[in-house]
Structures are given as structure tokens and as C-alpha cells.
């Protein structure tokens, strides 16, 4: 385990037809996650998530004038885990199978999760409430001790 | 430990990441006795069209058939409104 | 001085590769326990951990099978059955007792006198000796892990290596787990070999073997979960393979359970494999060519021993075996000899297998061919692993020569079956609930097979009183600790002032999932604060939602029993939801923002339902909503109190006057730098503001909310103060106050359904129940006494309620109370008895009737 850390990660939440969001153009600093057929949650870097969703409210006002976007980052809470046995230890926060990249949606540390994974770091989101759960949970789970440091997210350029 | 739903979205899934929302019931309509749609359920041995809510995923609704008697979910039999 | 284990206080030699049942049997150790019923002694028998006969104390473990775990230097070794002692018990006065102990006798005596029940337990599970739990020693915690496999093998002997390397070499994932070390059960040096082989050529083509990790069944999935020294292994696999060998067969005969009887794989590998001479004069009865070959190979220790075919007649000895009666050609003939080794068969161990479906789990080796040579083995389990199921061979059943031993766990003798079967309890399955036959540590390894034989065999036995009984998890016995682990504790939810609230004092509490402030101090001044200054309380764990889309005010309408199109922008309206069969399921609020778009408050507890609720009228209605769940990323401060509003003046340059912010309105507003969502609440009954903001800003709007309400003393409180303020108010707590099968008209709630909407969830639920009398009501009660909830409410000497919440109320004069009552004869009750305290119904609010305080 190289790295357990705090992300900070913007979320913007888009709620719209699930036609528009096919078509939708994803701002190259954002990561898409498609949760549902009808939800988008976009995760960017914090200084930029302000643009992310101008943006993306723009583009998709125009394919769906019915369409909401909204900036959700306080919902979240969120840890990433670096390093090459990031994706082994894994197995003691979820029985669910890590896929090499992508997005995952399901149990984790018994709590419903969004990770992300690829380019060898996981990244786990949860609903804030449960920020300080996941925190306790993931540094038993990877033996870190002391409270975890704060890594800006971004999406990765490679 | 589990029976494996499928989500058409997360794919299969532990049942523990679902709330169980029981058999499928018919909307509420003026030609169908309001009293048993409500209260009365089927609950025979066999294929059983069902509601569960992905509620540790996408959080939302899928409706399957799964057998009663099997315990099997045939991911391809998407039961209709009911 | 070499490595030594302590044994009752003696020091016992430990040599290399021993197991703790070695080492005390080369010491000169015969009885290793008492059995459970009768205190007979019991010795080694299996040497593979199937039976029961060596279970010690090791190192404060009880119930350790000795033959299956290593010895090491500095081991603390006790035996736990016997009293005073397994070598001098003098509860084996109970084998002389058998009349008065018939099967079964536990569940037809001991019933009176009831109060000796307490004694009686402690007395007889002493007597049984199955250990005690090492006092002090706190439970452990090991991690559990998720491994996912697509060939999962449990056995490391021939077969299940021949599969691993078969099924990785074809590019599998693969994971083989063994319960010991590979081949500590195999004494045949050439099937060591093999297996040593195997192994290299499994690990060369990828496959992992994890040992000492025990398979504890097999579930649905297929998932298996496998306990290490260190680790608890969830395994979810594509396909299992269970290569777990068999168990050589018991026979039944008289003194079939006497130290010094053996099987001979056990008398084997006591004897080659660990060097130490099972005894100075053997007798084998072999009926296999196997069984044939391990007793020359028990020469090689310098025991006497004589082959025969048998079968055996009876065992003789008092505490050991000192001769044997055989069946031979020429008649009965009567052997001394101090050991009697068996090989007349092999009962597959199969429970593993008998737990998962075909799909699941397949058999190779032994399992499903007893008996095999090593090549049969290893072709079996290559087959295996290129997916050809195998069926299991028939095993033949073992000749019953007497009354001897079925089930050595339990103590179940032939006999007692006999006499079971006599008092008509007549198939395997209810036999062994009977006679507890089948159910101690073994779980059925060494008499399943003799338990579903002997009732099929019986001439009055229907077809299916000979099945095997169901196998069940777990398939070895294991401690609780390791069941749980990567069960978690209690999670909790917070909200943003979680910390703030510790740092001002407060005592937190579980309110469903969340961690909340009962109090900061003191619950009395806290709700003084409130009715005459201002108080402050953390709701951000209230369910919120935004719903917008072009439909939301069409699903509102349709979901809720409100009026919803009359609701303008600014206005909120108090709600009640209903389920289909018009039961009140939450409540909350329910304002109109602008555009179209409403802002749901639910109860705390209830956000997941309701979103849940929501989204399947929405797909299921098809309409096009936007359901956002902002529990998460809001938190809420109430701001209440006759001063609340000169307070927040200080921190808003916005308008929050009665006049433009009155009682259920609400607008958006900047508190202290904060972007707020101000809704005029009236919960606990004064002048509120409830203030909705971004979760991050919390702490700050916090602060300077208290810092601002300093010259009024505003104090924050809790779920204590909460309590009494809404009670004295009539407000009542969902699932406290209400139950299951509660319609809004008998909680007094009549006036929030909304009956002339056309339609809406419940509706007709309600006029079919409108059309009956009211049998039951949510009242308020005044109460002559001290506040006790849960206590019946009595009329005419007969209960007819029960109170659900109760409290002193300074402001309301006196114990007040909800409850709710039946009617008796039509009508309700006024004058109740609260358990003894006499009580009356009276209108609610206590407090304020008219609403003048929370309308200012």
C-alpha cells in the first residue's frame, strides 16, 4: 500500500433523458460516471467543478431543456488508495470484484459506494454522512494509522 | 452467501445490495378490484414477477421473474407491468 | 533438553513433525477424553480429525482435535473432560446407568422442580467436559477478504493438486486450500511424492495454495468462505471442486469405541509417519487391499501384528482393548492384543459436496471413488477440472455385528437407535433430532452413513427414511470470532457538526443510524432555553430532496395526500406519506421553490425509503422527474426560540420579519456568509427557523449562530430537550407513536389528507376504511404520576392501550403523555389507568394551543 489518502473530488450531479446524456460531450477535465440510465455524476478536480458544470449544463440544456445540473460535492466523501497492492487490498473493504478500469457501483466498507478504478488507483466515493466510517474503516482494513492526508483528484492525463 | 440479482445496469449482484419490494403489483385502474391488488398476493410456486431496488448502486428499480421454487432469476425474462 | 509441551503438568517431549497427538501418545498417553454421555474413555482413533476421541485444551482453546494440530515447544496441553480427572472420573458411574439414562431421557426428565434449571445446567454441562472458554482472553478480529476465483479447490491431496495444476494451466484463476499441511494425512510415501510433485506443478502454472485454511461450506453463489491462522477468506468462485478424500468406515460392535481401536489410516500414520508403535500386539481386520498394506507396514514398528479378514465380533476391555472376537472359517476365535485396527471401507467426506448444487460443486478423488490408488486420484481430479462431473461410487454398507457406538460425539449407541425407532421416531432426520445422533463435533463424518443405513434398513421404513441427513454449514466446527469476521460494528452516519457537538460537551446517542447530541448538559435548561430564549439544534440528518423535471408537481400530487398545485413558490405544507393501503409510512415537509421545483423534507430515518418510494412511482408512472437525494449534502440548523429571530437578524441583511417570513414559509437567505434555505418550522413549538445549507459551511454557520445568540444565552440542544419540547406540542415521532397499521385518521392527522384530490396513493385504501368505525386512536394523556412509557393503559381493569411517549413538562404543569387506546363498546375511554397511576384524556397541544408562539 503505497498511499491511503482523503481525495478531494468535485461532483457535479446531471439528471437528464438517457438519450441526452448518450450524446452528451464530456469536458476533457471531468471523469463521466454513468450511475443510471438517467444520471450522470461528473468528478473533476475542486478548482475546476464550478466550469464542469457551467458547461455541462450548457451542452445539455441543449439536448434536454428539461435537464438538471447541480454541483452535489458536498454530498460526497471520498478516499483514493495508490499503489500496486491498492487493487488486492480492495478485498478486505468489498466482496466486489475491482474491474481493471471503470466504474463499479455497490457495497463498500458496507455502505453504498461509487469507485473508480484504472491507472493504478482506486478511488472510492460515498455519501458524506459516512465520510468519517469510511475513513475508520479503510485505515483498519490497510493498517494506516493516523488521520489521512488530504490529495487534491484530478483527472489523470495519460 | 448470497442469491445473485441482476442489475441491468451493475450487473449481478449480492441480494443483501437490494431492497426487496415483492411482487409485482398492477397500478391502480378503474377495472381491477382495488381491495386484492392491494392486499391479496399470488404467492404461488413457480416464476414470480418482482420488484427489487438496487439501493447499494444505481438505486434504482428492476423488475425480474425469479422462480419461487428455484430460487433462480432468469435475467432474460423481464416480467410486463403486471 | 529438546522441545516439550506441558501436559496436566508434565513435560512431554515434542520430536519434529509431531502433532500434539504424537507427542502424548509416544509419552504414554491412552485416554485422551470422556465422552459426552456415558464418561467412557476414549482414545485415538482416526488421526485425520474426524472423530471427536482427541479433542484437549490447547493453549486455552478448547476443543482442539490433537491429531490435526502441530505440537511446538511451550505448548500447554489439558485434557477437559473427566471429573476430577479423564484418567480417574468418577462420573463414569453414568455408564452403569444406562436404564436410567435411555435415549433421549434429558428431554423427558429434569423438567421439576423449575427452579433447579439453573443448577442443572451448570452441573451438566460441566459433566460433559466440552471444554471451557478461556476466561479474559478478548474475542479476535480477523480481516476478512473478498477473493474471487474461477476454480476454487478444497483438498490438497492427489486428486485436488492434479485438478489446480489441470484448471491453471488452462489459464483459470485458481486457488486450492487445504485444512493442514498437503499430504500431513498420507502416510504411503509414493502418494507423498506425488503429491509433493503436484504441488510444484500447480504453483508453476499459477494456481495458489493457501494451507492450513479451512473450507467452512458451501453457500449460495457459490461462496465459500475459508479460515486461515490470520485471515478470514470470503471466496467467490465460478466452480468448486471438493477433492476432501474419505474417512475409513466405522464398524458396530460391542467395545467398538475402546482406546486401541483404530482405523487404519490412523494406526498408520501414528505408527509410519509419526514412529511411534500404536501398540505391542495388533490385530487388523481388513477387508481392503489398502488396509492389508498398512498393516505391513505397522510391522516395520515392532508391533505384533495379525491380519484377518474378520468380521469383528466384539472388542473386549475395560477402559482399553485387551482382546478381540473374530468370525472366522472355522468359528468364533478370541484374540488377545492390546490394538485393533480396522479397514472395512471408507465413507466419503462429503459433506462439501452434498452442500452445493451440481452447478456448483463437483467431487474428485476419493470423495467420489473411495479407495482409489494415487493414479485414479489424480486422473479424477484432471477431469474434474476439464469439467466432467463424477458420480459418486455406491459405498457399500458396513456389517453391524452388535450393540456398539454409532455416534461417538454424542455417545449414541446401536441401542439407542433401536429404542428410538421402538418409540416411533422412524427416519435418519428425526433421529438424529432424537438421539442428537450426527450432531457433535464430526457432524456426521465418522456414523452419517451408519445413521441413514440403520433406518433404511429397518423392514418398516418408508422409501425415504434412509437419506443421508441435510449437510450444513459449518463443515468443521470453528470459533464465533471467525463467523464474524468482516461483520462491522455499528456504522454511523454524521452530520458536519459531529465534531463541534463533542467539543461543546454534548452526549451523543444512536438515533437509528445516526449519532446525534442527546444533551450538552443539562436537558431541563436546555428546554428553559428554548421556550424562553433560543435554542439551537443540529437537523441535518432530516431526509431532503430536490424534485424537479417537468413532471414533479404531477408526481407529488399523485404520491402524496396534500394538495400540491395550490402549494405557491415560498409556502411549504406539512405531509404525510401513505402507502398503497393508506398507512402513514413518513412525514415531513413539503415546499415549493420556483420553477416547478419542490424541496421534500422526510423524517431522518426515513430518506432511503423514501427515495426508494419515489423512484418506483416514477419509473413505474413513466413520469420525468428529477429525484435528487440531498441528505448527504446539506445539513440543517434549527434556530428556535422567542429571541431566534433577533438573533438571526444580526447575521442577515435579508428580510426574516414575521411579515416576510412568515410561519410555513420559507425563502432563500445569506446567514453569516452562508447561502441558507430559511423554512419557518414550528416542530417544537416556538418561533423557528430551520436553516438548510451546504454541508462544508456547517461548522461556521454554527459558530456563528451561538456567537451572535450570546447576549440571549442561546444554547444548543438535543434529542432530550427535543423529546419533551414536540410532546408538549402533541407532535408525535413516527414508529414511537405510530404502528404499522396506522391510517391517518387514528393519529388525529385527518386534517392533512387532502380527500377531495382526485386521486392519489391510498386513496381508495382510506374511503374503504373511512366506511368503518375508528377502533383505535393516537390521544393525549395527562398522567398523576411519574413518566414511565410503554405502560398499558387500563380502563374497566382491561388494557386497552399503551402509552408511547411521556414526559414532565415544567410548561405543560405536569406528566403528559401520547398513547394510543382501543375502543371498548364503540367508543373510547376518557378516564385510563397509565399502569397505577390514573390518567385522563385531553386535548393536545399541552402547550400553546392556539399556535400564538410559533406563528409569531
Known sequence: MRELARALVGVVTASAEAGALDLLLVPGRALACRVADDELLLLSAPPVTDEVAREVATRLAALDPDALVIDTTDGWAAISMVGDDARASFGLLSRLELPDAGLLQGEVAHVPAKVVAGDGRVLILVPSIWEAHLHDRAAKALGHTGPLEARPWAVSTS | MSLMVPCPRCGPRPQEEFTFGGELRALPAEDIDDFARVYLRRNAPGPQPERWFHAFGCRRWVSLTRDTVTNRIDPDVIPSGG | ?856
Request: hydrophobic letters at 40%; one cysteine or more; charged letters at 25%.
Open chain 3, 1 to 856: 533438553m529438546g522441545d516439550a509441551l506441558r501436559f496436566e503438568g508434565r513435560r512431554v517431549a515434542v520430536e519434529p513433525g509431531d502433532t500434539v497427538a504424537s507427542a502424548l501418545y509416544r509419552a504414554g498417553v491412552r485416554t485422551f477424553t470422556r465422552s459426552l454421555k456415558y464418561h467412557r474413555r476414549r482414545g485415538l482413533f482416526c488421526m485425520t480429525g474426524d472423530c471427536p476421541n482427541c479433542s484437549l485444551n490447547v493453549d486455552g482453546d478448547p476443543g482442539v482435535r490433537a491429531c490435526s494440530t502441530d505440537a511446538r515447544d511451550g505448548q500447554v496441553v489439558l485434557r477437559e473432560s473427566g471429573w476430577p480427572s479423564a484418567e480417574h472420573d468418577l462420573l463414569h458411574v453414568a455408564d452403569r446407568l444406562h436404564r436410567f439414562l435411555p435415549v433421549g431421557f434429558y428431554s423427558k426428565t429434569f423438567i421439576r422442580p423449575r427452579f433447579a434449571w439453573g443448577l442443572a445446567e451448570r452441573v451438566i454441562r460441566r459433566a460433559t467436559g466440552v471444554g471451557r472458554l478461556p476466561a479474559g482472553r478478548p474475542a479476535g478480529a480477523k480481516p476478512a477478504r473478498a477473493v474471487h476465483v474461477d476454480l476454487l479447490v478444497v483438498g490438497g491431496g492427489v486428486a485436488g493438486l492434479a485438478a489446480a495444476a489441470e484448471a491453471a494451466a488452462a489459464g483459470s484463476r485458481v486457488m486450492l486450500v487445504d485444512e493442514r499441511r498437503l499430504g500431513a494425512t498420507v502416510w504411503d510415501t509414493r502418494a507423498i511424492a506425488r503429491i509433493e510433485a503436484l504441488a510444484r506443478e500447480a504453483t508453476a502454472a499459477g494456481a495458489r495454495i493457501l494451507e492450513r485454511h479451512t473450507a467452512v461450506g458451501v453457500y449460495e453463489g457459490p461462496f465459500v468462505p475459508v479460515v486461515g491462522p490470520d485471515e478470514v477468506l470470503h471466496i467467490e468462485a465460478a466452480r468448486v471442486i471438493a477433492a476432501t478424500g474419505a474417512v475409513e468406515a466405522h464398524a458396530v460392535f460391542p467395545g467398538n469405541d475402546l482406546p486401541g481401536v483404530f482405523l487404519s489410516r490412523g494406526a498408520a500414520l501414528l505408527g509410519v509417519r509419526h514412529g511411534v508403535r500404536p501398540g505391542r500386539r495388533a490385530v487388523v481386520v481388513a477387508t481392503t487391499d489398502e488396509g492389508r498394506a498398512s498393516a505391513e507396514a505397522l510391522r516395520t514398528t515392532g508391533a505384533e501384528v495379525l491380519i484377518h479378514d474378520g468380521p469383528v465380533i466384539a472388542a473386549e476391555g475395560s477402559g482399553r482393548v485387551r482382546a478381540v472376537i473374530i468370525e472366522t472359517p472355522s468359528g468364533r476365535e478370541r484374540i488377545t492384543c492390546d490394538t485393533l485396527v480396522l479397514s472395512l471401507g471408507w465413507a466419503p467426506r462429503d459433506a462439501l459436496l452434498r452442500m452445493g448444487t451440481d452447478q456448483e460443486v463437483a467431487g474428485a478423488g476419493e470423495v467420489v471413488i473411495p479407495g482409489c490408488s494415487v493414479e485414479e486420484a489424480e486422473a479424477s481430479g484432471r477431469r474434474a477440472a476439464n469439467g466432467r462431473t463424477e458420480t459418486s461410487s455406491e459405498v457399500p454398507t458396513v456389517p453391524v455385528a452388535g450393540d456398539g457406538y454409532v455416534c461417538l460425539c454424542e455417545d449414541v449407541s446401536l441401542h439407542d437407535l433401536e429404542q428410538a425407532w421402538d418409540e416411533g421416531w422412524r427416519s435418519s432426520e428425526i433421529l438424529k433430532r432424537y438421539t442428537t445422533a450426527t450432531m457433535g463435533p464430526c457432524q456426521g463424518a465418522v456414523c452419517g452413513r451408519l445413521l441413514a443405513a440403520f433406518a433404511g434398513a429397518r423392514a418398516d421404513a418408508v422409501a425415504t427414511a434412509g437419506a443421508r441427513t441435510t449437510a450444513r454449514p459449518p463443515a468443521r466446527p470453528l470459533p464465533l470470532e471467525d463467523l464474524a469476521a468482516g461483520v462491522d460494528e455499528s456504522i454511523e452516519q454524521r452530520t458536519s457538526l459531529h465534531d463541534r457537538h463533542l467539543d461543546l460537551g454534548a452526549r451523543m446517542e444512536r438515533s437509528g443510524s445516526w449519532s446525534r447530541p442527546t444533551t450538552f448538559g443539562d436537558i431541563e435548561q436546555e428546554i428553559g432555553a428554548v421556550r424562553h430564549r433560543a435554542g439551537l439544534l443540529d437537523v441535518g440528518t432530516l431526509g431532503k430532496f430536490l424534485v424537479a423535471g417537468r413532471d414533479a408537481a404531477e408526481l407529488m400530487d399523485r404520491v402524496f395526500p396534500v394538495r400540491v398545485r395550490d402549494l405557491a413558490p415560498g409556502r411549504s405544507r406539512y405531509l404525510v406519506a401513505l402507502d398503497e393501503a393508506g398507512y402513514v409510512i413518513d412525514d415531513g415537509l413539503l415546499a415549493a421553490l420556483d420553477s416547478g421545483r419542490f424541496y421534500l423534507c422526510s423524517t431522518s430515518g426515513g430518506a432511503p425509503a423514501m427515495e426508494a418510494w419515489l423512484r418506483d412511482w416514477i419509473d413505474r408512472w413513466n413520469l420525468h422527474v428529477h429525484l435528487l437525494d440531498q441528505t448527504a449534502q446539506l445539513g440543517a440548523i434549527l434556530l428556535a426560540g422567542p429571541s431566534a429571530r433577533t438573533i438571526l437578524e444580526r447575521l442577515t441583511d435579508d428580510e426574516v420579519s414575521a411579515e416576510a417570513l412568515a410561519h410555513t414559509r420559507h425563502a432563500e437567505i445569506t446567514v453569516a456568509d452562508v447561502p441558507c434555505r430559511a423554512l419557518r418550522v414550528g416542530f417544537v413549538g416556538e418561533v423557528g427557523f430551520e436553516l438548510h445549507h451546504e454541508r462544508s459551511r456547517g461548522p461556521a454557520l454554527y459558530d456563528a449562530l451561538l456567537e451572535a445568540g450570546r447576549p440571549e444565552a442561546a444554547q444548543p440542544f438535543g434529542l432530550g430537550g427535543l423529546d419533551t419540547l414536540r410532546l408538549e406540542k402533541g407532535h408525535l415521532y413516527l414508529g414511537q407513536d405510530t404502528l404499522p397499521d396506522d391510517h391517518p385518521a387514528k393519529l388525529g392527522l385527518d386534517w392533512a389528507v387532502a380527500m377531495e384530490k382526485p386521486g392519489f396513493v391510498g386513496k381508495a385504501a382510506l374511503e374503504r376504511m373511512r366506511a368503518l368505525p375508528l377502533e383505535r386512536t393516537l390521544v393525549g394523556l395527562r398522567i398523576e404520576g411519574e413518566p414511565r412509557r410503554g405502560v398499558p393503559l387500563l380502563a374497566g381493569g382491561r388494557v386497552v392501550g399503551r402509552v408511547t411517549s411521556c414526559a414532565l413538562s415544567e410548561a405543560a404543569g405536569g406528566t403528559i403523555a401520547l398513547g394510543w387506546i382501543r375502543a371498548t363498546d364503540g367508543s373510547f375511554p376518557n378516564e385510563l389507568f397509565a399502569g397505577e397511576s390514573s390518567a385522563t384524556v385531553v386535548p393536545t397541544p399541552f402547550y400553546d394551543p392556539e399556535g400564538a408562539r410559533l406563528r409569531a
